[in-house]
């Protein structure tokens, strides 16, 4: 069983940066898929970016517009989110996803990682 666990959320304020944290407990191997997926208020879960356990390029969803960097850290087991330039529409409930890829393919759907995080959250003051 893998379990996942965020930190790093809080309030911050506008044009500033955060870097939020997902360690892992349990066994993840290289065919393990780490990523991010936040949720505003009143919207629906948004796919921000994920990275397979093995390396490799992230993949960032469509709506990322550049402000968001996924990385890794195997010797750690955890996977970053750097977020820059903070806007107050970042203001969401971010989670750290998870899921087995043998194929290490990368999905860009929330409803497709089977693991999930409790979650932090970030709130972005004006």
């Known amino acids: 069983q893998v379990q996942l666990f965020e930190s790093g959320g809080g309030l911050v304020q506008a044009g500033e940066s955060l870097r939020l944290t997902c360690t892992t407990a349990g066994e993840t191997f290289n065919t393990f898929v780490l990523g991010w997926v936040r949720q505003a208020p009143g919207k629906e879960r948004e796919f921000l970016g994920a990275?397979?356990?093995?390396?490799?390029?992230?993949l960032y969803g469509d709506s990322v517009q550049g402000r968001f960097t996924v990385s890794r850290d195997s010797y750690q087991n955890a996977v970053f989110l750097q977020i820059d330039r903070l806007r107050p529409d970042d203001t969401a409930v971010y989670y750290c996803?998870?899921?087995?890829?043998?194929?290490?393919?990368?999905?860009?759907?929330?409803?497709?990682?089977?693991?999930w995080g409790q979650g932090t959250q970030v709130t972005v003051s004006s």
């Open positions: 996803v998870g899921r087995w890829a043998p194929d290490n393919m990368i999905f860009t759907t929330p409803q497709k990682y089977d693991y």
């Open positions: 990275i397979s356990w093995s390396g490799g390029s992230p």
